[in-house]
């Protein structure tokens, strides 16, 4: 096999490039075992490179799709708890289905991100937003966590995720899932002018580059409008 075979077997998943990269990674990894064993006296998978693509990602929520939310689900529900746990803390899906009473205390959210909790477990500790507050205080809880089932159980990661979808489609905003939130919630916070140290201080971030990418956004916002102020 030449380095051509390999690019052949890449390009014939160009309109699926996620398939195409991992196929390109098995390969690599075959014929990396395959030299170390004399199977093969080259690696023809070297200097093939990936086939480049945009990756979309999850759809942030825009102000006008949270408030449409917040229209059909009022204080007091559980889908309206979820969502603002989720806003007012930038946290993930594994995070939110495990937070509670506990977590809270003298004004302050505290604690230790799911990520990587064994290898290299980030401890966040956050002011709790007045408007999350007042939703957690009109939303009864008997359980350990705020989030529940109708059956009274916790719910698990792909049940939160799955429930969210549903209200989401409830609310006429279908496209719309948990991680969008997490998303909305940097993009508040860089349009209200934090810095990328603050917002990773509230999403635990552990580079700045990811979470640059909101700031820029944030800037290049609020330099056009400034901008367009000027016209008379």
């Not at 979470?211 to 820029?216: D, F, H, I, L």
């Amino acid at each position: 096999m030449t380095s051509k075979h390999v690019r052949n077997l890449r390009n014939e998943l160009t309109e699926t490039p996620a398939n195409s990269k991992n196929r390109l990674a098995a390969l690599r990894a075959l014929f990396v075992w395959a030299v170390e064993e004399d199977e093969v006296e080259s690696n023809p998978v070297i200097g093939v490179k990936p086939i480049k693509w945009l990756a979309k990602g999850f759809h942030p929520w825009s102000e006008e799709e949270i408030a449409q939310y917040e229209k059909h689900h009022p204080i007091g529900t559980r889908p309206r708890l979820a969502m603002a746990l989720m806003l007012f803390s930038a946290c993930r899906r594994e995070d939110v289905v495990r937070l509670g009473p506990q977590h809270f205390r003298d004004g302050w959210m505290t604690y230790i991100q799911a990520k990587n909790e064994h290898k290299a477990p980030v401890k966040l500790e956050i002011p709790v937003h007045p408007k999350l507050q007042e939703i957690i205080d009109a939303t009864p809880t008997k359980h350990l966590t705020f989030l529940t089932t109708a059956y009274g159980k916790p719910f698990t990661v792909q049940g939160i995720s799955g429930a969210m979808k549903d209200w989401c489609t409830q609310a006429g905003i279908p496209h719309c899932s948990s991680h969008g939130l997490r998303k909305a919630s940097a993009t508040r916070l860089a349009e209200a002018g934090c810095s990328p140290h603050q917002i990773m201080a509230i999403t635990g971030h552990k580079s700045l580059k990811e979470v640059e990418v909101y700031t820029k956004a944030a800037g290049q916002k609020g330099l056009a409008k400034s901008a367009m102020e000027r016209l008379k």
